[in-house]
Each structure stands twice: as structure tokens, then as C-alpha cells.
């Protein structure tokens, strides 16, 4: 073995999870032949769950050995490093034998990451490795197409985007998934929130927006309704006493769903920095595991796509899920005339099994009369039932 191969700094995958075991390396921040620093991006890494960047741990010179939209595994060597800021650019390039006691110079993405309380292990969707894969199609779907040039490209589904597919067969296939709808009058909110943005945004330095109210709502009917705050683990019906809320993103990779913690001890001001924080964390492609873990209810907002109405399917191992809509102005009637109001179709899918229909009408019932009535909300008084 040559001197210049034998100081080559192999460049590995890092574990970004104990149930991640591949991914797909999703770009180079470097290329071929670029001289690095220490501490310079070099990939990201994208997995079923997160997107991370790998760091060089040593100055020198990249020479790489696996293109973009590569599938590898955690531990493969995926480049070398050449020691030496005008290093010389490698002929071999070969990855190291499994034996080669070379040590993992790639680390993940430093992240500012949540604790994670003791009993989200238990709720955290840690086995979506192991959830079954949708059903070969069968028939005419099973037969490939035949493929027309210049009309038609193929590519690989990233590994998110698979697991969002399986998620929701899986979803499908094991929940007794119902919907049941309502609608709400938003004229009292949107007044309330014209009114105070001014000093709000001044004051805490953001913008208030409509989620933190129907995640207040959200804390408001699941302590009203509790059996809406529980799961299913085989035979058993496991009660969750902590609010911790996931709110569904959509971002170029996939829709990601985010998870605001303890939202039962935040205000307004509390819940629209954390939503801040998350989503830019999710549209840059930067959440770390801990910040998609544990959620024991989802809000997903299709009224941002313009959506009217839809039947949001579940996040398992969740029980239930609040499907928000766009604000539209009606005619309503409001006692005993016609007037034109902002309203918005509410929507809770919920899984059957576990949430009766009286209970499922009770809990949207109370996120109706929370958001209709935000002034209480604000003096912390829940709305009468």
C-alpha cells in the first residue's frame, strides 16, 4: 500500500438514529478534487426520518466515491480525504476493506436537540423502520408501462418519501379510520387578532398567527375528552397525560410533521416561536429525530393549500388527527338572518377502535367554541360546553 493511500481519512455515514440503518446521499457540498476545512460541509445525508450534513474532520483534499442519489448504508465509506490543504489528488480511490480499523471521521449535523422525556421513547414512532411495506399491485398496475422517451423520467423515491407511502397503507390497514366535520366561525378571532397584532408582534417579536389558537383548542378538548389523548399498543390502551403536538409541514422532501412539546405550558407567544422555529427547521431540511418523536395528536393546515375540505389520514401511533381548511366567507344563518361570515370546515379522522363517535363530535365541538370565543382564551378561561 502506497503512503498516500495508507493516510487517506476515509469519510463514512454517520448514525443519525438507532432504528436508521441507510439513507440516500442527497448532495455534495463539495465536489471531486475541492480542497477542505476542517469543520466544511461535505454531504447530507437523507434518511426515512431527517436530513443531516456530514462535517470534515480534517483539512485536505475530497475525493469522492459515491455519486448523489446513492442509497448507502450507515458505516459505508462514501469519499476520502487527502491530508494536506493542497493535498494530491487520489488514482485508487477504492473503499477501505470492513476490516480496516479506520476511524468514523463523519459526525451528523450538530442540532439543538429537545429533551426527550422518559416515557417518549414508548410514544415515539421509533418503529416506522419496521412498519410493513403497501401490497405488490396486482393485475394491470403490476405490469410496467412501457417507458416513452423524452415524455417520461424516472427516478428513485427518496427514502422519505417512501416511508410517508408506507405510513399511510400501513395507516389504512390497521386503524378504523372515520372522519367526522364541523365548522367554525372565525369572525371574533380574525377581529381579535387584527387588533392585537400590532403590540403582539412588538412585544414577543413575532407574528400571531391562527395555529396557536387551534393548538391552545387543541389542549383545551383533549383534557375535555381524553380519550382522544391515548394510543393503541397490541391489547392494551396506553393514556397519554402530556401535550405534545405535532403540526404537519410540507416541505420540498415530503410533508414532515414537527413536534411542539408541552404545549399545555405555553401561551401564544410560547407556541408561534416554537412553530417558527420548527418549520424553518423543517424547510431547511435541519430537524433533528427528537423534533419528529413522540406526539401524541396532529394538526395538519390543508386551508394553506387552499383546501376546502379532506379527511386527514392518521399519524400512527396517534389516535387522531385535526384537519384544518381555508377560511372562506359564507352566508351563515346568525339569529335568524343571513350574514356573510369567515368560516372554516374542521375535519377529525380518528381511529374508531379506540374513539367513539359521541366522543369525536364532543372533542371538535370543543375546538369549535374555543376558536369562536378567543377572548376567553386569552384570559385563560375555557369556553363554556
Known amino acids: 500500500m502506497s503512503t498516500a493511500t495508507s493516510n487517506l481519512i476515509p469519510v463514512k455515514v454517520p448514525s443519525v438514529g ?34 443531516s450534513e456530514v462535517f470534515a474532520e480534517s483539512d485536505g483534499t475530497l475525493e469522492t466515491l459515491v455519486s448523489e442519489g446513492t442509497e448507502v448504508k450507515v458505516g459505508q465509506v462514501v469519499a476520502n480525504i487527502i491530508p494536506g490543504k493542497a ?16 476511524p468514523n471521521r463523519a459526525t451528523p449535523s450538530p442540532k439543538a436537540e429537545t429533551p426527550v422525556k ?43 418519501r417512501r416511508k410517508i407511502a408506507d405510513r399511510l397503507v400501513s395507516a389504512q390497514h390497521t386503524a378504523a379510520i372515520l372522519t367526522t366535520f364541523n365548522e367554525a366561525d372565525l369572525s371574533n378571532l380574525i377581529a381579535l387578532r387584527t387588533e392585537v397584532q400590532p403590540v403582539f ?16 383548542a387543541t389542549v383545551h378538548a383533549l383534557k375535555a375528552i381524553p380519550a382522544l389523548n391515548a394510543r393503541i399498543e397490541g391489547d392494551e390502551i396506553v393514556e397519554q397525560h402530556y401535550y405534545d403536538i405535532g403540526v404537519a ?36 431540511g435541519k430537524l433533528s429525530l427528537p423534533d419528529l418523536e413522540g406526539g401524541v395528536f396532529t394538526i395538519s393546515n390543508g386551508g394553506i393549500y387552499g383546501s376546502v375540505l379532506s379527511t386527514p389520514i392518521l ?3 396517534q389516535s387522531a388527527i385535526l384537519g384544518l381548511h381555508a377560511i372562506q366567507q359564507r352566508p351563515v344563518a346568525v339569529n335568524g338572518q ?38 376567553l382564551a386569552l384570559l385563560g378561561l375555557s369556553p363554556s360546553s
Open 201 to 216: 408582534q412588538a412585544e414577543h417579536g413575532v407574528k400571531l398567527g391562527f395555529m396557536s389558537f387551534f393548538l391552545q
Open 18 to 51: 438507532e432504528s436508521i440503518t441507510s439513507g440516500v446521499l442527497g448532495s455534495w457540498k463539495k465536489k471531486n478534487g475541492d480542497v477542505v476545512a476542517t469543520g466544511d460541509a461535505l454531504f447530507e445525508i437523507e434518511t426515512d426520518k431527517v436530513t
Open 249 to 284: 409541514v410540507g416541505t420540498d422532501r415530503g410533508l414532515v410533521v414537527p413536534v411542539l412539546r408541552d404545549c399545555d405550558q405555553l401561551d401564544l407567544a410560547g407556541l408561534e416561536k416554537s412553530l417558527a422555529a420548527v418549520a424553518s427547521r423543517a424547510r431547511e
Open 87 to 102: 493535498g494530491k489528488k487520489a488514482s485508487g480511490g477504492a473503499e477501505p476493506k470492513s476490516g480496516a480499523a479506520a
Open 118 to 160: 422518559p416515557h417518549e421513547r414508548s410514544t415515539a414512532p421509533a418503529s416506522i423502520s419496521h412498519i410493513p411495506s403497501p401490497s405488490t399491485p396486482s393485475g394491470a398496475d403490476a405490469a410496467p408501462r412501457t417507458f416513452r422517451p423524452g415524455k417520461e423520467t424516472r427516478r428513485k423515491m427518496s427514502p422519505l
Open 338 to 375: 343571513v350574514e356573510i361570515r369567515p368560516m372554516m370546515n374542521l375535519a377529525l379522522s380518528y381511529d374508531h377502535r379506540l374513539i367513539d363517535g359521541k366522543e369525536a363530535v364532543t372533542f371538535l365541538i370543543a375546538i369549535k367554541k374555543f376558536v369562536e370565543n378567543p377572548a
Open 315 to 317: 399519524n400512527p401511533p
